[in-house]
């Protein structure tokens, strides 16, 4: 796939904004060139907006831990935007070509523990990318 040199401009700048904390600066320019040339820059702004909310939560459970109190309740919340996040995933992939598509479902959606820690690092980036959104929002 064919990733313009603005996203790549801006995925470093991303990079840069985070302290250097991406984890996949590639995969994330994938997906941001694919919503860019599918028209669906919502569903972007979608799934980093449910990222973060997936970010904090996965580190407030971890924070919290198994027996502690509300675990049960972020647990949920957790698991619900997760599988947001995934669908959200999914639509852009729907039209992204089949290399590209093979790529990420096997990377991202595979029922594995791998499977889930690539998605985890794919929404620690969105997360970043959410941050961005905030800190760059021009006043209207």
């Keep these: 796939m064919q990733i313009r040199e603005e ?3 801006f995925v470093r700048k991303l990079d840069e904004f985070s302290a250097f ?3 996949n600066q590639d995969e994330l320019a994938q997906i941001i060139e694919l919503a860019r040339t599918q028209g669906k820059q919502q569903v972007l702004d979608d799934i980093a907006f449910l990222a973060k909310s997936v970010w904090n939560t996965f580190n407030a ?9 509300g675990y049960d309740k972020l647990s949920m919340l957790f698991n619900e935007n997760y599988e947001k996040v995934s669908t959200l995933l999914r639509t852009l992939f729907k039209e992204a070509p089949e290399d590209v598509k093979k790529y ?3 990377k991202f959606f595979s029922l594995t523990h791998e499977g ?3 998605t985890m690092d ?3 980036d969105a997360s970043w ?7 760059h929002k021009e006043p209207q």
């Excluded at 990318?129 to 800190?135: G, P």
């Design 7 to 9: 996203t790549r401009r």
């Design 21 to 23: 904390r991406l984890k």
């Design 61 to 69: 459970m971890q924070r919290t831990g198994p027996e502690g109190e």
């Design 104 to 106: 990420f479902t096997a």
């Design 116 to 118: 889930m820690g690539h």
């Design 122 to 124: 794919f929404i620690h």
């Design 129 to 135: 990318l959410k941050n961005w959104n905030i800190d």
